[in-house]
Nanobody, 128 residues
Framework: QVRLVESGGGLVQAGGSLRLTCAAS????????MGWFRQAPGREREFVAS????????YYADTVKDRFTISGDSDKKTVYLQMENLKPEDTAVYYC?????????????????????WGQGTQVTISS
């Protein structure tokens, strides 16, 4: 089991920046990839970005591409989500997730069903 703790959320104005941090503990050596998802009120949880542990291959939702950057330390015990040019529609609870499943097809790392460990979430609010 991998335990995940998010931090770094907050309230910022549109156009501003935030960096979210996800700290992983426990059986982190089993992790194949980590990701960020978000859920706005009344909406389903959606994929934001993910990164594979070995090759550091990254994946992004079209809505955040060129604005958000996912990265991690060498062993992926800490993963970051740098968010730039934030928009009111980015307002949501952001969740860190981890999976032990290895896939060659990157599409699997863009769906919540692949991920089996989740953090409690951190609120991000963007004011207009």
């Amino acid at each position: 089991q991998v335990r995940l703790v998010e931090s770094g959320g907050g309230l910022v104005q549109a156009g501003g920046s935030l960096r979210l941090t996800c700290a992983a503990s426990g059986r982190t050596f089993t992790t194949a990839a980590m990701g960020w998802f978000r859920q706005a009120p009344g909406r389903e949880r959606e994929f934001v970005a993910s990164i594979t542990r070995r090759s550091s291959t990254t994946y992004y939702a079209d809505t955040v591409k060129d604005r958000f950057t996912i990265s991690g330390d060498s062993d992926k015990k800490t993963v970051y989500l740098q968010m730039e040019n934030l928009k009111p529609e980015d307002t949501a609870v952001y969740y860190c997730a981890a999976t032990t499943l290895n896939y060659s097809n990157g599409a699997y790392y863009q769906t919540s069903r692949t991920f089996d460990s989740w953090g409690q979430g951190t609120q991000v609010t963007i004011s207009s």
